[in-house]
């Protein structure tokens, strides 16, 4: 399945916002096999809507936009679908009194503008939202699906993960993980790893982080992925300390849990960033004893005994 992602907002166009939604929409939907295919950022105008929908629809299967759906007269989302649908827009009673019941509940008065929340173009499909109140809606057109999502990530989040993973589901996920390195640079790193990015059924991305560089690797199946992390490590060696999540300090630290080891810190240059790293993690003071940062050097001289 192709899916490609909208997403709308003034506030991500012009910086204020980072576009968070489709970071985590991308790895949501890559883990069940749903291809990703293009993934765009539209501002709060009905034409702009309206004309990325239209051109997604023509190539991709479904589409899930984020954003637009709140209350205010800048949420054009709702607006846009039904002008693109050529259809009405409808107040539906089921939400209207969730939002009443809400306002109740806080105690608060229910504003005619958050009643927005409730019009629906005719014939869309609400997807409740169990985080806040603007609901999200699945709409049929042009041989394709429309989500619409709030843009509020916690929202939008649990409206996917309650409803719309299941639906786009293809039972089909590649096999997927991440190989992290410390010590080489990318371009050596994918000069070494060619023979493995030759092999039929296997895609690399090199992922370059500050100090590191993850390799995520995928895979038809399990045994292709095996195979290929195994020759990934024979060729990479010890530049390899971790996979998936794990990070280098805490690496560290089991290493030295393991062995009933501890360490120490003199530092200058780095301004105390390697104590602060080592002291980050749960446990670390049985493998962290402290350490020294000594910038000046009068101070190394006489608190480190470094040669003047």
């Known amino acids: ?38 993934s765009v950022v539209v501002g709060d105008t009905l034409g702009e809507i309206t004309s990325a929908i239209t051109t997604a629809l023509a190539a ?56 927005r929340m409730a019009d629906l173009p005719e014939g869309a499909v609400v997807l409740p939202n169990p985080a ?40 089909s996920a590649p096999a997927v993980t991440t190989l992290r390195t410390a010590g080489l640079w990318e371009s050596v790193i994918a000069t070494r790893l060619a023979p493995v990015e030759a092999t039929d059924g296997i895609a690399i991305a090199y992922l370059p982080d500050p100090g590191e560089v993850r390799i995520r690797i995928t895979a038809v199946d399990t045994a292709a992925l095996d195979k290929a992390v195994t020759h990934i490590r024979r060729l990479l060696g010890h530049t390899v300390y971790g996979t998936g999540s794990e990070s280098l300090v805490g690496v560290v630290q089991a290493l030295l849990e393991q062995r009933g080891q501890t ?31 000594a910038y000046a050097t009068p101070l190394k001289a006489r608190l480190l005994g470094v040669s003047e």
């Not at 192709?2 to 949501?28: F, H, K, P, S, Y």
């Not at 709702?78 to 693109?84: F, H, K, T």
């Not at 120490?264 to 493998?287: K, R, W």
């Open 263 to 293: 360490v120490a810190v003199a530092e200058s240059l780095t301004g105390g960033l390697l104590g602060a790293e080592l002291s980050t993690l749960p446990g670390s003071s049985s493998t962290y004893l402290g350490g020294v940062t």
């Open 60 to 115: 991709a299967d479904a589409v899930i936009l984020t954003g637009g759906l709140g209350p205010t007269y800048d949420d054009r989302t709702r607006d846009a679908l039904a002008e693109l649908a050529g259809v009405p827009l409808v107040r539906d009673a089921g939400i209207e009194k969730a939002l009443r019941d809400r306002a109740d509940r806080f105690g608060v008065p229910l504003r005619p503008m958050a009643l």
């Open 1 to 38: 399945m192709r899916v490609e992602l909208v997403t709308v907002g003034d506030e991500l166009l012009i910086g204020d916002t980072i576009n968070g939604n489709a970071a985590w929409l991308g790895q949501a939907l890559t883990r069940i096999g749903v291809t990703v295919a293009r």
């Open 132 to 171: 806040g109140s603007a609901p999200g809606m699945r709409m049929a057109h042009t041989g394709g699906v429309i989500y619409a999502l709030p843009g509020v990530p916690y929202e939008m989040q649990a409206i996917m993960t309650e409803t719309v993973l299941a639906e786009l589901d293809t039972g």
